[in-house]
């Protein structure tokens, strides 16, 4: 991720700090966006760093101990019409503020834009905790493929007043940062 290295580098092994990563995939999904975070999450980790990761259900039988990392908090989730195997989680404020209260991270990253990352960047403001979101994909355009054309600016609306409610968005190369920051 090109932001990446600019705000993750900075963070050195002297100076190890919480990061909360919240997201709607994440593994045993695999998929571009899980396999992303799941790299950056050992990069971190490997670094001295302690993430923590919020995701949604994805199967009845998920624990929060799956996989053995103690560290993944599982929300309730709904799936996802036509896009089999994937949910979305539900927004959780309730528990993520219990969450963070308990264990503050120093920094939140939402990683995906849905209900879940919504309600974590409304969470992690209210509580004073500095909050970064990601943009991985372009639900925008994937409106024409369900045939949904004519929701393709509202997605796009909405896509925009989330990430200017972060400190900062970001994203996987300097084309997609100079294409988002031209439009807005």
Same mark, same amino acid.
């Given at each position: ?9 900075? &963070? ?16 045993? #999904? ?18 001295? @760093?302690?993430?923590?990761? %919020? ?10 101990? /799956?996989?053995? /990392? ?7 989730? +709904? ?7 994937? $949910? ?6 309730? &528990? +993520? ?8 991270? /120093? %920094?939140?990253?939402?990683?995906? #834009?849905?209900? +879940?990352?919504?309600?974590? %960047? ?22 024409? @493929? ?7 600016? +509202?997605?796009? @609306?909405?896509?925009?007043?989330? $990430? @200017? ?5 970001? %994203? ?5 940062? /100079? $294409? &988002?920051?031209?439009?807005?």
């Amino acid at each position: 991720m090109y932001a990446t290295r600019t705000i993750w580098s900075q &963070l050195n092994a002297s100076d190890q700090r919480h990061i909360c990563i919240v997201t709607e995939t994440y593994p045993p #999904e695999i998929n571009g966006v899980a396999m992303t975070l799941a790299h950056l999450i050992e990069g971190l980790r490997g670094q001295g @760093h302690t993430v923590s990761v %919020v995701r949604p259900r994805q199967q009845p039988s998920d624990r929060p101990s /799956d996989r053995g /990392d103690s560290q993944v908090t599982v929300v309730p989730s +709904l799936p996802i019409p036509r896009y089999k195997g994937v $949910h979305v989680g539900l927004p959780a404020p309730g &528990l +993520l503020q219990g969450c963070w209260t308990q264990h503050r991270p /120093d %920094v939140v990253y939402v990683a995906t #834009e849905g209900p +879940l990352g919504w309600s974590a %960047v409304h969470t992690a403001k209210r509580l004073r905790i500095p909050v970064f979101s990601g943009f991985h994909t372009n639900f925008h355009s994937y409106a024409r @493929h369900y045939r949904l054309g004519w929701l393709q600016p +509202l997605i796009f @609306h909405y896509l925009c007043r989330f $990430h @200017h409610r972060t400190s900062g968005t970001l %994203v996987p190369s300097a084309e997609l940062r /100079d $294409h &988002l920051q031209a439009v807005g």
